[in-house]
């Protein structure tokens, strides 16, 4: 019985058994082993692993307790230094971000200076003015007259806005309230005139607020342009989320004011009549002609047409003028729809009695793609048919003065009752088709086959008036139409007023259409 140790694929194993091994080079190995183990403790137990001596890793000295003091205190100064780094560059981050906030502030306060300046000086040099270069507005007492601020069409009334505004401009108060609305729309850079008209907002805002009122606003030109000054106003309040530090920070609604501050502080409409219907001028009291109409004063000159601007001026800022709500509608996507599904054109052609040109031996209309539609309020009437084909023919051959104007679209309607339908359109209302409420509207009697060719115009109401002449009002029997009044269609009464019209229908006869109305679809505005 004796002790050896046997390799197997070249790993050394340990083992007791019994051998008889008698080669040469068995013996040695044992002698090899004998003398091994004279030289260790006979008590202690066989290695488990046999490895050459410089495979053994020496033993590590023991380091000195001052070299680890030493040590752990350097390790505590690269921290701190490290720390120290890191705080002066955070530091220095935020020095250079606030010095670049207070630049970008200080360059949007030049350019807003800027912006005044040139707004001043583009009504310095104007010379002629119907109501008198040296014509001023009448002062404004702020601790009696209600905040006013104005968006007008330098164009209308024959240029009679471009002589309003230079008035203004000449008159303390009004010359930081009074805007060219075509400048502010193309004015939406960064210190532009969108934020001078802003900023002044902002400020009416607050004094009309000390007043326990709202602020007062002039939308000055034709009927479109009360649509097209109240888009500006919700367009100057959006929020920028890239402007924070302007001001412009989301409320929560996408706007800069929240919900209750546009219930109590959005702007009263005061419409000055520089078009040529009026008819928004006209429904909520504010003539139908505006202030200094030479058609209007016979011989007063001059001196009337001030008296007139004068009187109209102060009629809007008086506390005695009665607000009125005013029903605001807008084209909107069917249920579950993202998008409407119709497109837009924009008729062209040359000026004249008719837009239509000869193309392959055909009469017909040349449109274009139109440009990008921007969200449109509705104040007083939407049809489709043959008043949309006569505005579309007028805006080519629009003129300089209101008389001009009316005799303009005269000539058009005559034109398209005479003409023939072109290819482009359909006969009348072909092919249009209106629901209400999920009713079908128009055409009537759908469901016996009916169809829209019989009538020239759909759509609806929401004042009684109609380029001076056509009004609304409900739906009744002949005896009714003939010998009594009826209720008429209203704008302030939460309900829409839909209309469709034959042209010659004389189961309905007299000067008012017959409407329908039918309950406001939505409570409240949607911005798209």
Known sequence: MGASIQGSMGN???????????????????NEIRDNAATTDPSSPPPEDVQPAENIPAPKPEEPKEDKEAFKQEANRLTLALQKERDDQAEKDARQAQEAKEKRKLDWEAALRETRKNRKSDWEAKTVNRYGVDFRFPVFDKNQHIPVLALINPMSGAMAGTDILACAHNSDYYQDRFFNIIE???????????DVFRIELQEAKKEAKRMNTRPRLISGGGDGTGSFAIFITFLCLRADPSRE?????????????????????????????????NDFGNILGWGQKYPGDPSSMCCAGRSGARGQLEKWIKAVISPSSPLANFDLWGIMPAPGADKCD??????T???????????????????????????????????????????????????????????EYTRQAVGIVTESTPPQLK??????????????????????GVQGRAYREVGFYNINWQAHALHGADRASLCTRLCSSRQPVMFNDGQIDMMRWNY?????????????????HASELRWW
């Open 12 to 30: 050394p194993i340990c083992g007791v058994q019994e051998t008889t091994a008698s080669s040469t080079e068995a013996a040695e190995e044992r």
């Open 184 to 194: 502010v729309i193309k004015g939406q850079r960064r210190g532009g005139l969108m």
């Open 245 to 277: 530090e302007d001001g412009l920070a989301d409320t929560g609604n996408g706007f800069i004011w929240t919900d209750e501050e546009m219930a109590d502080s959005f702007p009263a409409i005061a419409q000055m009549p520089l078009g040529s219907a």
């Open 342 to 347: 119709f497109k837009l054109a924009e008729l």
């Open 349 to 407: 052609g040359k000026r004249g009695p008719s837009p239509r040109e000869a193309i392959d031996g055909k009469k017909q209309l040349v449109l274009k793609t139109a440009g990008n539609p921007v969200p449109f309020f509705i104040c007083l009437y939407f049809t489709a048919g043959f008043g949309a084909y006569m505005v579309g023919r007028f805006q080519i051959n629009r003129r300089t003065t209101p008389v001009r104007n009316r005799a």
């Open 427 to 448: 006969l009348r209302c072909n092919g249009v088709k209106v629901d209400c409420e999920g009713k079908p509207y128009f055409p009537p009697r759908r469901d016996k």
């Open 504 to 520: 010659v229908h004389f189961k309905e006869p007299g000067s008012a259409f017959a409407n329908r109305q039918k309950e406001r």
